[in-house]
């Protein structure tokens, strides 16, 4: 099975070159947020442009969970799935099982600005979203990093969840494979204890796409 993953593509999709794959993992900033956009543009981005693309990819499935700039998938996710294509999911908080994988999407991350998604990174606010993430997965798609794992500023500051990571190293059985992006310097791969870390940002920090699909080994 060929697994790809991909994201911050902040609405460049087209500029992502995807080669055939059975499952692509977006691990969010999916849509372009412009000056003066409210979460009806951003809807409409998603019911035409996004559906567009996603005809076009040549992937058997494609799973997505959205990031701190999915505006509209904060205020209304059932109103983005409902245009989907049927082998196209956006997912968060949530368990999908597809080619015999189980993957869970969450959204939640450490507070950044003032966007979407965000949860105060304390033990009795993150954490607690972060341990509805169920044991017995494959697949962890999340938009924020662990910390300390392929979360690193060019300032070199790690921004990264701890609190993802406390419930990454507490879960029995371990994920095989933690999909994230959010932290665009962070591109690349690291490990968690037995968990393997991608971080599939596609753009650097001026949001220029530089990066190809990473090739998730499960």
């Known amino acids: 099975m060929k697994v790809l993953g991909i994201s911050d ?15 692509l993992l977006h691990a969010g900033d999916i ?21 567009e693309w996603a005809k076009t990819v040549p992937a058997k499935h494609i799973v997505c969970v959205p990031g701190n700039h999915d505006w509209v998938c904060e205020s209304g996710i059932v109103a983005v799935k409902e245009s989907l294509p049927e082998n196209v999911h956006i997912i968060h908080d949530e368990l999908l099982e597809i080619e015999g994988l189980k993957i869970f999407a969450t959204a939640w991350q450490p507070t950044f600005c003032n966007w979407a998604f965000n949860c105060s ?16 997965i494959d ?11 392929c979360d690193m500023t060019p300032r070199g ?9 406390l419930r990454m190293y507490e ?38 796409v530089v990066y190809k699909p990473t090739v998730i080994e499960l």
């Open 121 to 136: 990174d304390t033990e009795d606010d993150l954490y607690r979203r972060f341990k509805n993430i169920p044991d017995d």
């Open 157 to 165: 500051e790690t921004c990264g969840s701890s609190s993802l990571m």
């Open 9 to 23: 593509t902040h609405g460049q999709l087209d500029k992502v070159e995807i080669p055939d794959c059975d499952i």
């Open 139 to 149: 697949v962890l798609l999340t938009h924020s990093p662990p910390k300390g794992c």
């Open 31 to 51: 849509a372009p947020w412009k000056r003066g956009w409210t979460v009806g543009h951003q809807l409409n981005w998603f019911d035409t442009k996004f559906v």
């Open 171 to 208: 879960m029995q059985p371990k994920p095989l494979v933690n999909v994230c992006g959010h932290i665009h310097h962070g591109h690349g791969v690291s490990k968690l204890g037995e968990t393997t870390v991608y971080n599939v940002c596609v753009v650097n920090e001026n949001y220029d």
